[in-house]
């Protein structure tokens, strides 16, 4: 049977594994390409990769249906195994992993990716990609609540937090939807008005651009 298109099939000796439909979202991409990384080591089976790694052959496998984010510990296994730097698909697990794991992970080992979160920080904000990030951010590192709760908190409409958060925008929100999601999260008021300048210093600086062309 032909696999329709966006739908990625592993075979193990001849056997097809569970298709994955990419089309479903990054969390599915995420575990076709650890398949395709399996595929490229040789297509070990996860009972070889388990004895190896000290993992259950059930964290392994699950690691690659795209459903859910595997732990930090899990996948680093995986792709070592595989003959693959782990510290390759730390930026992209962190766009995927929950609150608890990434906080179970630590820091990034390296230094460049150690920089690029604490640009999370709103008094380190400089871009508008990097405002929309740091947004996002404070939404995982709150134990990620669900769009609906936060819109229901903000008084705002679920499309509207969705659009904001939305990655590779490029607009700033208005200060009064920035507030009202910030509030949503029950955060100091210095933290609020650290944001608040960060917006500001953005808005500045976008004037002032528009301004020179």
């Known amino acids: 049977m032909r696999a329709r298109p966006g739908l990625w099939r592993e075979i193990v000796m001849g056997r097809p ?3 994955i439909d990419i089309m479903k979202g990054p969390l599915a991409q995420f575990g076709a390409d650890l398949k395709m990384v ?10 070889v990769m388990a004895a190896e ?6 964290a392994l496998s699950e690691a690659a249906l795209g459903e859910s984010c595997p732990s930090w510990r899990t996948l680093s296994a ?3 195994f595989c003959g693959v730097d782990p510290q390759d698909w ?7 992993a929950s609150a608890e794991q990434r906080l179970q992970a630590g820091f990034p080992v390296r230094r460049e990716q150690r920089q690029a979160m604490l640009i999370m920080d709103p008094k380190n ?6 405002f929309v990030l740091g947004l996002w951010h404070l939404r995982c590192t709150s134990g ?10 903000s008084n705002r409409g679920i499309s509207t937090i969705s659009t904001m958060l939305a990655p590779g925008r490029g607009k700033l929100p208005t200060l009064d939807l920035l507030e009202s999601y910030l509030m949503a999260f029950d955060l100091p008021s210095a933290k609020i008005a650290e944001w608040r300048s960060a917006w500001y210093f953005l808005m500045t600086v976008e004037r002032q651009a528009r301004t020179a062309a």
Request: proline share 9%; hydrophobic share 30%; glycine share 6%.
């Open 17 to 19: 594994e569970k298709l």
């Open 38 to 47: 399996r595929h490229r080591a040789g297509t070990p089976t996860y009972e």
């Open 53 to 58: 790694t000290g993992l259950s052959v059930g």
């Open 78 to 80: 995986y792709l070592r």
């Open 90 to 96: 730390r930026p992209r697990w962190e766009m995927l």
């Open 125 to 130: 904000i400089r871009t508008i990609e990097d």
């Open 144 to 153: 990620y609540p669900p769009l609906k709760a936060i819109a229901s908190r």
